[in-house]
């Protein structure tokens, strides 16, 4: 079966191996009510785990409603479909909702980075709900009826969606590539581990807030690539820029693509394999910080004045601590070879919610 529980411990779509598609949706939340936040959090709930268990909303043949369901997935699978909510900062702000006195003390807005330019239009929000499936058409589904259930309650602020290469094109299973052809999440922490999940990927009761417990903090980047410059470099200068090869992914100065990144073994034949400023050099670091990065390539048509594509990185990381990125990020805009052909455009943080259980609805303990 191709279906991911909804229900559990922690919410699907951070653990759960990349789905060839996503799609984010931030809403702003329109009611200044209590009771009818929590609602259609319930609503949501229901809906999402019918959904991920490819199960229609409901009824279509009343003679005096519109169906539940608007069907176009109608007899589709549930394509490995997941949905994984999150709060912004501005949920709690100005007390709405009788929860300020429970907002985690690291979500608060990002600082800004240099080089940053970011736009409104793709920053922000309220409540975050990430989408991923195999299928667009599941996607497109999940989208149209929560913002379907959610109207009068909550509005749409910015909706962006991202692709990888599908699984079924690559029988390999082999790490996906990025627009500028190198592979992508290479160096991601190893998450079988317990321990490395406890420390790096998950929000602790004892950091603070106890109702984010199992829960994770999610930061979006959306960072344009500019393809026509990259693609007027040379494949050398291109590695030195990553660090990595781009045939097989490896690490300069090693060939395995897993080899272990070593700041100290850097020079090879007295020359530098791996440039101190190349990208993941600077990322890396000392490797104490980690996150979960679960990114996709996005595209969206062309630039009126220039006549290039828009196209880039939807940047996703799940983090314990807002701090992990906020540290690699504030590195990689000092030093990183890549800000040459890269720009920030959108940018945005979440409190995602532990897993729900069946019977509570999502974000239950933040309302309890
Ligand atoms: C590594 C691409 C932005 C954090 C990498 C790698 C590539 C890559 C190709 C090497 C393979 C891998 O380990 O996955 C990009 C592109 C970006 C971008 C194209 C922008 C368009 C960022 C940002 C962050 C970040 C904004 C976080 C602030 C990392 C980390 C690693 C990494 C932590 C692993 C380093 C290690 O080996 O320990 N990235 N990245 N990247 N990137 Fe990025």
Not at 106 to 132: E, H, M, N, Y
Not at 198 to 223: A, C, E, M
């Amino acid at each position: 079966t191709d279906q991911v529980p909804f229900y559990g411990t922690y919410q699907a779509g951070i653990l759960t191996p990349v789905q060839n598609h996503i799609q984010l949706v931030a809403f702003d939340v329109q009611t200044d009510r209590r009771d009818e936040l929590i609602d259609l959090l319930r609503r949501w709930t229901r809906a999402c785990a019918r959904l991920a268990a490819s199960l229609s909303l409901g009824e279509s043949d009343s003679q005096y409603v519109p169906p539940e369901d608007t069907g176009e997935a109608e007899g589709l699978s549930a394509s490995h479909l997941t949905f994984t909510f999150g709060c912004g900062a501005s949920l709690f702000a100005g007390d709405r909702f009788g929860i300020a006195h429970k907002r985690p003390a690291a979500l608060r807005d990002l600082p800004t980075f240099d080089l940053d330019q970011l736009d409104d239009k793709w920053s922000g929000g309220d409540l975050i709900v990430q989408i991923c499936a195999d299928d667009q058409q599941v996607v497109f589904h999940a989208l149209r009826n929560l913002t379907r259930i959610g109207r009068g309650i909550v509005k749409i602020r910015w909706t962006q969606a991202g692709f990888q290469r599908s699984k079924a094109a690559d029988a390999t299973g082999g790490t996906p590539r990025n627009l500028f052809g190198f592979k992508d999440g290479t160096g991601n922490p190893d998450l079988t581990k317990d321990k490395v999940r406890n420390k790096h990927l998950f929000y602790q009761w004892q950091d603070g807030s106890p109702w984010l417990t199992n829960g994770t903090f999610l930061v979006v980047r959306r960072i344009q690539m500019h393809l026509e410059v990259w693609d007027r470099t040379i494949l050398k200068e291109q590695e030195r820029t990553f660090g990595r090869e781009r045939a097989s992914g490896a690490p300069l100065g090693s060939t395995n693509e897993f080899a272990s990144v070593t700041p100290d073994q850097r020079t090879l034949h007295g020359e530098t394999q791996l440039p101190a400023d190349s990208h993941t050099a600077v990322a890396h670091g000392t490797s104490k910080e980690q996150l979960l990065r679960r990114s996709y390539s996005y595209q969206a048509g062309v630039n009126e004045t220039t006549g290039a594509l828009d196209a880039g990185l939807l940047f996703v990381s799940f983090q314990r601590s807002p701090d992990q990125f906020i540290t690699i990020q504030k590195r990689l805009a000092a030093s990183d070879r890549l800000n040459e052909y890269i720009t920030h455009r959108g940018s945005a943080l979440f409190a995602c919610f532990g897993g729900i259980q069946k019977g509570g609805y999502i974000g239950d303990a933040l309302f309890a």
